[in-house]
């Protein structure tokens, strides 16, 4: 299973933002070492500021679940690279968007939405519960899962209606979130997750990572489907609508 985790890297390259504190090296480094460990992974890393992003049609032709967190920067991820993404996923790839990802144009393009949120408020305490035990992201996870301390996200969640409702959480002012939901585009797989606030070390708590690792190996190409770019590409080619490079 390969997997690239995709961060825009802004706040955390800021010494005086309170990312910095918490994942000096980036999101993406967190992410990737804790996917590092689930079974038959293999991770590498992607930001905003690479030629492309980072996200190559070769990149995503050989990545089978993308990771994507992002914040501070969403109008500045280019919009080709946006459709290129889309392609990839209706072609087959997973696609795992975490928290603030709810309002980058990856989200909006693949759920036809423009997102948006009843509210949030930092340093809340956060109890994850396990509405469908039976679906395979779920696998080993405590039930409630307790964050002592994350963003409060409240309801309405303006989202298309899920293929699966996984997690609901609730917080101390009464607020609930669907904060772990499942769609799917063409042939890929989609999974938003909402925890994941910069400012604390989520990525860090080992139920959290139980949880990415379940998502990956729900989300990730089957194995056997091509990749978009071998078989869109080549059918335009052998159809005539695109000439060979």
Not at 63 to 78: I, N, S
Request: proline share 7%; net charge negative; hydrophobic share 40%.
């Amino acid at each position: 299973m390969r997997v690239t985790v995709w961060n825009e890297f802004v706040q955390e390259r800021r010494p005086d933002d309170p990312a910095h504190a918490v994942y000096p090296g980036g999101i993406h480094v967190a992410l990737a070492r804790g996917l590092a460990a689930c079974a038959g992974c293999t991770v590498r890393t992607a930001t905003l500021d690479e030629p492309e992003h980072g996200l190559t049609q070769d990149v995503l032709d050989t990545t089978d679940v993308l990771f994507w967190w992002a914040h501070l920067a969403h109008a500045a991820v280019d919009d080709a690279v946006v459709e290129r993404v889309e392609r990839a996923v209706h072609a087959g790839m997973g696609l795992v968007l975490l928290h603030s990802a709810l309002d980058s144009k990856v989200f909006r393009r693949l759920l036809g939405t423009v997102s948006g949120l009843h509210g949030w408020r930092h340093g809340d305490r956060e109890t994850m519960w396990t509405v469908t035990p039976s679906h395979p992201i779920a696998r080993g996870v405590p039930q409630p899962l307790v964050l002592a301390h994350q963003e409060m996200y409240a309801e309405p969640f303006n989202i298309p209606r899920p293929d699966d409702i996984v997690f609901i959480s609730s917080y101390s002012g009464g607020e609930v979130l669907r904060s772990g939901v499942t769609f799917t585009r063409g042939l890929g797989r989609i999974f938003y997750f909402a925890p994941g606030h910069e400012e604390y070390p989520v990525y860090e708590n080992p139920a959290v990572v139980r949880i990415l690792c379940n998502a990956a190996q729900w989300a990730a190409r089957p194995e056997g489907l091509p990749a978009f770019g071998d078989t869109y590409g080549s059918q335009q080619r052998a159809e005539g609508w695109i000439e060979a490079s």
